[in-house]
């Protein structure tokens, strides 16, 4: 058992509720690889922000668990050299079974999602409930689900979205105990996120998704007042990444994303954590296909790596700056 503190990472309790109060949202990047993680680190560094490190089980296969539990010490190490006081948590995404949030939980990691989504009602209370009561004997926080967000993500697969119930918020709170809830309010996973026939265009003809279910957060925000929401599936699918992407032989076919004046709208609720993984996929990938494109002789990795490194970097600071609201509240 090693314990979160042991690595130098926080829990995610006292980031939510100076959230909640301040009006912004922890923005929580996913990773597997060490350039996502210098970018992500070291972009919040420079704009102040606390910030999650997100693995999902996809990742954490692909990484090594042992190796990432020294990438997150190696983060910590990053920011003391630094001389910077930035909090993060490391958080297990989309956990869908109580041994791999245990596991994650005694190789230190600060919080875990307990994903039961794609059970019934009562299966996903007692197996959230299950998670809830063993975290919290370590001191770990939990975030659960209630609803379905469409789209993929790693091993996450779900044909169609289901609206979180409002009516069900109170009731899964109290029985389970747990810290946060991911709701779907029509955000989902992936880089097309809505389908163009559900979209109209503007003047640019550029894609223009329907709004997100406000009415859904609201109404779970007067039912658990003061409690902890978290939006999944919240890239903005930058529209320069997927051209530079296209430009360069990729093939992007019509995908979009949630505008950023949603997601500042959403920050400024009870939504106190929203997940960026689809935007800094997109970042990365349109810098490496520029590299090979303009040099096809080049084959030392540092040469696309370190530019797409750069490129996430960017796109995390502007992120935490102008969409999310968390930079400077380190």
């Keep these: 058992m090693i314990h979160y503190k042991e690595l130098g990472l926080v829990s995610t309790k006292e980031m939510f509720a100076k959230a909640m109060a301040g009006k912004y949202a922890i923005p929580a990047y996913n990773f597997n690889n060490m350039e996502q993680l210098q970018a992500i680190v070291l972009g ?61 939980i005694e190789s230190g990691f600060s919080s875990v999602m307990i994903d039961g989504s794609h059970h019934s009602y009562d299966e996903n209370v007692r197996l959230t409930k299950q998670v809830v009561e063993f975290a919290h004997s370590h001191g770990v926080t939990v975030e659960g689900e209630l609803g379905v967000l469409a789209g993929i993500e790693d091993d996450v697969v779900a044909a169609k979205s289901i609206y979180t119930q409002p009516e069900q ?113 997109l970042a990365m990938t349109g810098a490496i296909r520029k590299v090979f494109a303009e040099n096809p002789s080049e084959f030392d990795p540092r040469k696309y790596l370190g530019p797409a490194r750069d490129e996430l970097k960017k796109l995390i600071m502007y992120k935490n700056r102008e969409v999310l609201g968390s930079a400077g509240k380190a």
Aim: aromatic share 6%; charged share 25%; with cysteine.
């Design 44 to 104: 919040c560094i420079e704009s102040q922000s606390p910030f999650i490190l997100q693995v999902s089980s996809g990742a954490r296969k692909y990484a090594n668990a042992t190796l990432l539990r020294y990438m997150a010490m190696g983060a910590a190490a990053m920011i003391k050299d630094a001389k910077s006081n930035v909090p993060f948590a490391l958080h297990l995404d989309h956990g869908d079974t109580f041994d791999l949030c245990k596991n994650c």
């Design 169 to 281: 918020v109170e009731d899964f709170v109290k029985k389970t105990g747990v810290d946060s809830l991911a709701i779907s309010i029509g955000t989902s996973h992936g880089a097309t996120k809505f389908k163009p026939e559900q979209c109209t265009r503007n003047e640019k003809g550029i894609l223009v998704p329907p709004e997100l279910r406000f009415d859904i957060l609201e109404e779970c925000e007067r039912r658990i007042p003061g409690f902890p929401i978290v939006l999944h599936g919240a890239s903005s699918v930058v529209p320069e990444y997927v051209e530079t992407i296209n430009k360069y032989g990729g093939k992007l076919k019509d995908a979009v994303g949630i505008p950023e004046e949603q997601l500042r709208r959403a920050a400024r609720s009870a939504v106190c954590k929203i997940n960026i993984d689809s935007d800094g996929r």
